[in-house]
């Protein structure tokens, strides 16, 4: 997808489209006009330390978007001079899609208020938007402390980093990353639903499906301090990301998600015709019931097949247009931008 900023040199999108890379020419972005919006749930001994960091490195904007702690997370956050809201639901997704609705800046630096992120690295985040990119993503695994993540939970990044990769065909490094920075704008333009831990999936998936330009930076990863409790479980989290991985491939990459279920179908229906006939061949047992059951499943998988090619077909089309009328669209402003 193309944009007003200036570009250079063809590369892939995870759409399969061209787009351009940025050119190394900028616009600023002043500290006022960013927000370092930090959601909370019971960060009462690290989020006095993450504001006052933020704080150091010239941002003076930062809201704290609490999910009702139990400790003292609010008082803490707003002695340090950081606005708070409460969130009216439940889970990281909503709390920060309810945030931005409130906020009238144009740039969002997104941050777990863990003491886990360096806010020394916010201008880094915040660079590539001012070339153009509309949302950034920290790369952890670039700096990362030995003690920062457990092998489980690194193991588990890195399987899911993969199957974004084959499955939504881009490659952001470190899609579960908390340090994002984006414009509001193309937030807004995201179809975003998850209330919980998927939120960054669902930002990374949807960048994708709706073209936003996207980039990823290295920054520093430390261990939680030792007073802080995570409100992650690795088991069941993780397997509630894999899902939302393929689940969100519905519209994405409809191909690979009806496909799958087709293949699946037909394999199962193989498999059983094969017995079937196998029992028949070898005993003269016939399985009636088994029979029509494989029938069935084949049936049933060549059309999700074929429905997963004409949805492919149909999104692709879509971005086409898209494209298209961005571009009609930009044309359009470029007068009055002289």
Request: glycine content about 10%.
């Amino acid at each position: 997808m193309e944009h007003d900023a200036v570009r250079a040199g063809p590369r892939l999108r995870g759409d399969g489209g061209e787009v351009f890379t940025m050119t190394d020419e900028t616009r600023e972005i002043s500290a006022e006009d960013v927000c370092v919006l930090i959601p909370t749930l019971n960060e009462a001994a690290t989020i006095g330390d993450v504001i006052d960091g933020f704080h150091e490195e010239g941002f003076t904007n930062v809201v704290v978007v609490d999910g009702d702690s139990e400790d003292e997370t609010q008082e803490i956050a707003r002695e340090r001079g950081a606005g708070v809201i409460v969130q009216s639901g439940d889970g990281k997704g909503q709390a920060v899609r309810e945030a931005v609705q409130y906020l009238d800046v144009p740039y969002v630096l997104m941050v777990d208020g863990d003491g886990t992120y360096d806010p020394a690295d916010a201008h880094t985040m915040l660079e590539p938007l001012s070339r153009g990119y509309e949302h950034v993503i920290g790369n952890r695994f670039a700096d990362m402390d030995d003690d920062a993540m457990k092998a489980l939970n690194g193991f588990g990044n890195r399987m899911i980093n993969r199957a974004f990769r084959f499955i939504h065909g881009a490659d952001y490094d470190d899609i579960l990353s908390g340090y994002r920075a984006f414009t509001v704008e193309s937030f807004e333009r995201l179809s975003l639903d998850s209330d919980g831990f998927t939120i960054e999936t669902e930002l990374a998936v949807e960048c994708v499906k709706h073209g936003v330009e996207t980039t990823v930076v290295p920054i520093s990863y430390s261990a939680r301090p030792e007073e802080s409790e995570t409100n992650l479980h690795p088991i069941a989290d993780g397997g509630t990301i894999i899902l939302a991985l393929y689940s969100l491939a519905k519209t994405n990459n409809p191909l690979f998600y009806f496909g799958s279920l087709g293949l699946t179908g037909i394999l199962t229906g193989g498999f059983l015709a094969f017995y079937v006939l196998w029992r028949w061949l070898q005993y003269g047992i016939g399985h009636e019931i088994l029979a029509l059951v494989s029938a069935a499943a084949i049936l049933v998988g060549v059309q999700l097949l074929m429905f997963g090619v004409l949805s492919d077909m149909l999104v692709t089309l879509h971005r086409e247009q898209r494209r298209r009328l961005e571009q009609i669209t930009r044309e359009a402003r470029e007068p009055d931008d002289e």
